[in-house]
């Protein structure tokens, strides 16, 4: 069955460095996804990606955030300037059509540790 | 405004027990619901879904969950667990126009041998 795959699976960063988290959705959908969920709370949505442009993003995806498809198989997500508070477990999404009815595919997760 | 709340954060359960997982929603307009498994490692897989039409739907694994509007509640429910059953189980909305959920903060559920 095919699978969105995230790369790393953990990664630890300082606070004020800037993190890349890196997703390769299924070849044929369209439309991707970041999630994130920090330890004991609920999984948020930051964005959503189509078209190469965001959808649609949360109050959570702020100047610092940013997201790409630099080359048409790889989805990747940019923090500027790490806070301790962006540590969290980030998921990456895709769906072949708009609406949540048909459902996504997610990825395995990125822990972010920012120490 | 939409809102899931999970209020176990932990289940324990004897194997081949039943179990009921418990899910409660905040909505002002129509929602879709459905139940997301992440087994240890690996990513959210959907479990069931309820969009329209008969209010008990049926899932994958045995799972099955049913949606009551009254109650604003979408429980999830299993007569016979196994210990693959072991994950953390998360509840989610989203409107019929939108294109993003809403989840809880998921259940943990843990079956005993």
């Known amino acids: 069955e095919p699978e969105v795959t995230q790369t790393p699976s953990h990664q630890v960063t300082q606070m004020g460095q800037e993190v890349i988290l890196r997703c390769v959705p299924i070849?044929?959908?369209?439309?991707f996804y970041w999630y994130r969920q920090i330890l004991g709370q609920k999984v948020e949505f930051l964005v959503s990606?189509?078209?190469?442009?965001?959808?649609?993003k949360s109050e959570i995806f702020d100047d610092q955030f940013s997201v790409e498809r630099p080359d048409g198989s790889n989805f990747t997500l940019k923090i500027r300037s790490t806070k301790l508070e962006d540590s969290a477990m980030y998921f990456c999404?895709?769906?072949?059509?708009?609406?949540?009815?048909?459902?996504?595919?997610f990825g395995s997760g990125t822990r972010l540790t920012v120490v | 405004a939409q809102s899931v709340t999970q209020l176990d954060s932990q289940v324990p359960v004897f194997e081949e027990a039943p179990v009921e997982l418990r899910c409660n929603y905040s909505?002002?307009?129509?929602?879709?619901l459905f139940w997301y498994v992440q087994y240890p490692n690996q990513g959210l897989q959907l479990l069931l879904k309820?969009?329209?039409?008969?209010?008990l739907v049926k899932g994958i694994n045995g799972f099955e969950a049913e949606f009551n509007k009254s109650q604003t509640s979408f429980h999830l429910r299993k007569p016979s667990v196994h210990i693959s059953d072991t994950a953390e189980y998360f509840c989610?909305?989203?409107?019929?126009?939108?294109?993003?959920?809403?989840f809880g903060t998921g259940t943990s559920l843990t079956v005993i041998p």
């Open positions: 909505s002002s307009v129509s929602v879709y």
């Open positions: 309820y969009l329209s039409g008969s209010t």
């Open positions: 999404a895709s769906s072949e059509r708009a609406g949540s009815k048909y459902g996504y595919t």
């Open positions: 070849s044929n959908h369209l439309y």
């Open positions: 990606f189509y078209n190469n442009e965001i959808s649609e």
């Open positions: 989610a909305v989203s409107t019929n126009t939108g294109n993003q959920f809403y």
